[in-house]
């Protein structure tokens, strides 16, 4: 994978999914067993945030760190490109002083643009449309629970049709997952997208559904999953949101019609009371927060595989 981007879970191969969780396996083994392992020893990595974050930032940051490399923080209001300069000229500026960039920004275009004018691998930390990384650390997480094969396994996401969505269907679909997705009417995901993963699915034996019915979703799902009902940049809409999408909770009654061993994920950050009952996450505490932690090992394997001489 040198030299290669990171934007869509679409664009890789099965075998390259396989790649980053096994080496993401090999590299958490490492970190916990306190061996070193500079697999990017000098490099540097911008990190470029339009959004806020907690977790990408800090596991990126830390992450580059324990591969021998460092990491710059770069804020989109501090940089020249928050004043109009364009992204292909900031690509072009970037490639010559850095040997790998993230960026979480709001347009998936934009990270496509970034993309095409750098000469230097380009992994995407979060747009409007997708967010990789988390997915294909929920795919590493769900081996850990479910064991190594994710083929034929059955996930469940109630809520919106937003990036994590559209990343779950392309990260299922790529291995062999059955994926269904319940949203209110008026908030299922990108046709474009649903239209890909539908193709993906096809290759691998898996599939996808979409529907509005919570309980048709949930039904016998090994994993139930959530995100929040108004992403960033939607924070005016949350009010309003917060009614249409009452019924789309995972809370215990709608998790009587999952698997009585199913697992509960939430990208984080969550709002209980709201996609998620309380209960619902403390039980499953365990799950969710080894979901966090994955980021770190999954990042450094990406790292690693595309930044590496
Ligand atoms: N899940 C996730 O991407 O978290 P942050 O927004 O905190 O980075
Ligand atoms: N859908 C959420 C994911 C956060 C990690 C958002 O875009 O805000």
């Known amino acids: 994978m040198k030299g290669k981007d990171l934007l869509s879970i679409h664009e890789l191969t099965s075998e390259e999914v396989k790649q980053i969780l ?19 020893k000098g490099k540097t990595l911008g990190m470029i945030f339009q959004k806020s974050s907690t ?13 021998g490399g460092s990491a710059l923080f770069l804020s989109g209001n501090d940089l020249q490109i928050g004043r109009g300069e364009p992204i292909k000229d900031t690509a072009r500026v970037m490639s010559r002083y850095l040997d790998g960039i993230m960026i979480r920004t709001f347009n998936h ?4 643009e970034f993309a095409k004018y750098a000469d ?3 992994i995407n930390g979060l747009t409007d449309l997708l967010h990789p ?9 769900i081996q850990e629970y479910k064991g190594q094969n994710l083929k034929g396994l059955k996930l469940a996401y109630v809520g919106d049709g937003n990036n994590m969505v559209h990343s779950l269907m392309y990260g299922c679909a790529k291995v062999g997952m059955h994926f269904a997705v319940a949203t209110p009417k008026g908030y299922e ?12 699915a096809k290759v691998t034996g898996g599939s996808i559904l979409v529907t509005n019915d919570r309980i048709e979703a949930v039904k016998d799902a090994d994993i139930v999953y959530t995100d929040v009902w108004a992403s960033m940049g939607q924070e005016a809409e949350h009010d309003a949101r917060v009614k249409i999408f009452q019924d789309y909770q995972i809370n215990t ?3 009587q019609h999952a698997k009585a061993d199913a697992m509960v994920m939430h990208c984080l950050p969550a709002h209980r009371g709201e996609e998620i009952s309380e209960e619902i996450l403390e039980k499953h505490a365990d ?19 595309t930044m590496c001489d």
């Open 133 to 141: 990384c988390q997915v294909l650390t929920d795919l590493l997480t």
């Open 189 to 200: 995901p990108n046709p474009e997208v649903t239209a890909k993963a539908i193709e993906d």
């Open 253 to 255: 009654e709608l998790m």
């Open 120 to 122: 230097i691998p380009v």
């Open 287 to 305: 799950e969710i927060f080894d979901e966090a932690e994955n980021r770190l090992h999954v990042q450094k394997a990406i790292m690693a595989l």
């Open 22 to 40: 096994n080496l993401a396996k090999e590299l958490k083994a490492k970190q916990k067993a306190g061996i070193e392992h500079h697999l990017l």
């Open 55 to 67: 977790r990408t930032r800090v596991s990126f940051e830390v992450g580059m760190y324990q591969l």
């Open 109 to 112: 275009d934009d990270v496509e």
